[in-house]
């Protein structure tokens, strides 16, 4: 029996983190991308990554590294763009996912004709083709319909209401399969949004410090990092929270809101520096951040580097904890005490 599929997230969520792979890979043999040669484009993942992160499409006609290589020297001051690199494949894969799951459901339903509870309970991954069969487009539509289900799971009788519904609401003759397609990009563009909070960034800077073995603790792996002010977690704490001498914050950003996030960070790496002596503090960002937020926070912070530094930032963060005090910028004297 043919293993099930998984869910269009999943296959999001596992290409996300093969573009990431492919993204680190790439920057250490650019050097953070910047000296990029066609030897360093080894496969389509890496030259789609260097593509769409320099705004050029996945159809735009470059067929070889050469080629790509020479588009990079022709665009080299274009900023690139980390999220757009990396997030083009991902679109890319789970389209064409969306499309064989299309088309299994209407050989499945001999033409959109006959939906069974047993094939809807049986294939809980169909759900986004289902819900933009039937028209249905809000998850709480849909609840109030046939109850609560979701793509890794439906009970025999949701499925028996979710038939029901795509019985009364499904007109074989009217299907057009490119406006479901179409329909269905609000579902990618969803999920892609979700990995890209939730995964991206932080998964680029945690590749690059296991690829440089240095040890550390993401922000669900212990409770706090002690402050002056308050106790709270930093989305890296190395080596450990029990002995933190370095933490790592992560912060995408646009104009509009690059002050606000710089005044945030900034008071946590005080909170955190003014209580723990000799505490490195580094701020790895991306997205529009101005020029004059950044001036100011490498005021507060040891280092604040692109995310397409990861990897040299690692290196530095690993000599650190190896004994290189040079690599301590500020130390910051904070306490608070009673009057």
């Known amino acids: 029996m043919a293993a099930r599929p998984g869910t269009l997230y999943q296959a999001a969520n596992e290409e996300i983190l093969r573009c990431i792979e492919a993204y680190l890979v790439l920057t250490k ?6 000296d ?15 593509l769409a992160g320099l705004g050029l499409g996945i159809a735009h006609g470059i067929d070889s590294a050469e080629e790509a290589c020479a588009e990079w020297k022709r665009r080299q001051a274009l900023p690139f763009d980390t999220e757009t690199a990396i997030t083009a494949g991902v679109y890319q894969n789970i389209r064409a996912i969306g499309i064989t799951f299309l088309d299994d459901v209407e050989r499945s339903t001999e033409g959109f004709k006959q939906f069974s509870a047993e094939f809807i309970a049986a294939n809980p991954y169909f759900l986004p083709i289902l819900q933009h069969l039937s028209g249905v487009f809000s998850k709480a539509k849909l609840k109030e319909l046939v109850g609560s289900v979701s793509d890794t799971g439906i009970s025999r009788p949701a499925a028996a209401r979710l038939a029901k519904v795509l019985a009364e609401r499904v007109d074989p003759a009217r299907i057009n399969k490119g406006e479901i397609l179409q329909r269905l990009e609000s579902t990618l563009e969803g999920i892609v949004r979700d990995l890209v909070g939730r995964v991206l960034l932080e998964t680029i800077v945690a590749e690059a410090l296991k690829d440089a073995s240095v040890p550390y603790q993401r ?5 706090s990092l002690v402050g002056v002010v308050y106790d709270f977690r930093a989305d890296f704490v190395l080596p450990n929270a029990t002995n933190p001498k370095a933490f790592i914050e992560v912060r995408k950003s646009s104009s509009r809101h690059a002050s606000l996030y710089a005044k945030d960070k900034m008071f946590s790496a005080i909170n955190w520096k003014g209580r723990n002596k000799n505490l490195l503090a580094v701020l790895v960002v991306d997205g529009d951040w101005t020029g004059e937020t950044l001036r100011v926070m490498a005021n507060v912070f040891d280092y604040v580097v692109p995310v397409g530094r990861s990897a040299e930032l690692a290196e530095t963060v690993k000599s650190y904890l190896n004994g290189d005090i040079s690599k301590l910028k500020w130390l910051i004297e904070f306490r608070i005490s009673p009057a």
């Open 29 to 34: 043999a650019t050097k953070g991308l910047s």
């Open 36 to 50: 990029v040669t066609p030897g360093a484009i080894v496969n389509g993942r890496t030259q789609t990554i260097l």
């Open 219 to 223: 922000e669900e792996e212990y409770e």
